[in-house]
């Protein structure tokens, strides 16, 4: 793969690129967003390993940047904050997976193959689930005229199921982008988090719109 990676360290960009070349890949590095920017504009990049605290500017910024501007190659962020909330901002920003520093190389080589395997991440703005509208942008779900009310948690789910497209989406995968780790607590509360959802759509949409895999995970289905 060609991979562009951005961080404003130059050791840490240096390791990460030697260790990304070795395992085949094609590396582009850059150590602020405008250079960033310049080698995106000049080559076709198929992953994006970006650091989340670069100097003068944010990586979550630049990620939502490059997400709005149409890029859909996957985006493996880099970070010494490895807690919950910052692994879920990195999420809502756009990124595909959360790597806190320190890391082992190997894995970041592995969660590197994963999400080259996963291919471009395409993510619906709007989902249509039968009468009911769900604006991904606005973070507004409507039923014709009536607003329907939904929880920032609740949102992080339906993300996570609508980027699926249709497709069962596995629980560890919902848990790592709703709440940043999958945990067995977590897991209880996705459970009642999704009954609460299923309560507040199926009515208003006419029909269920999150289907259950036994063992699995959910999928959402739209129309």
């Known amino acids: 793969m060609r ?3 951005v961080d404003d360290d130059e050791e840490t960009l240096d390791v990460v690129r030697r260790a990304l070349e070795r395992d085949g890949h094609t590396v582009l590095a850059a ?3 405008a250079s960033a920017l310049t080698a995106l504009a000049s080559a076709r990049v198929e992953l994006v390993v970006l650091d989340v605290m670069l100097e003068h500017a944010s990586g979550l910024d630049l990620c939502a940047q490059l997400r709005k501007d149409g890029l859909e190659a ?4 880099l970070s010494a904050a490895g807690k919950v909330d910052a692994r879920i901002a990195g999420f809502d920003a756009g990124g595909d997976d959360y790597l806190a520093k320190p890391f082992a190389l190997k894995e970041l080589v592995a969660r590197v193959r994963a999400l080259g395997r996963r291919g ?5 703005r709007v989902v249509q689930l039968g009468m009911v509208r769900l604006d991904f942008d606005a973070r507004r779900a409507t039923a014709g005229d009536s607003e329907i009310p939904i929880t920032q948690r609740e ?4 993300r996570a199921l ?3 497209q249709g497709r069962v989406v596995p629980f560890d995968q919902v848990l790592e982008t709703a709440w940043g780790e999958a945990t067995e607590s977590g897991r209880a509360s996705l459970e ?3 009954s609460r959802l299923r309560k507040k759509l199926d009515a208003a949409a006419g ?8 063992g699995l995970g959910y999928a959402l289905e739209p129309a």
Do not use: E, H, N
């Open 3 to 5: 991979i562009l990676c």
């Open 120 to 124: 471009p991440s395409v993510r619906a």
């Open 162 to 164: 609508a980027d699926g």
């Open 192 to 194: 009642v988090i999704v």
């Open 74 to 77: 996957p985006i493996l962020f």
């Open 31 to 33: 150590r602020d967003p």
């Open 207 to 214: 029909r269920p719109v999150i289907r259950t895999t036994r």
């Open 155 to 158: 949102w992080d789910i339906l």
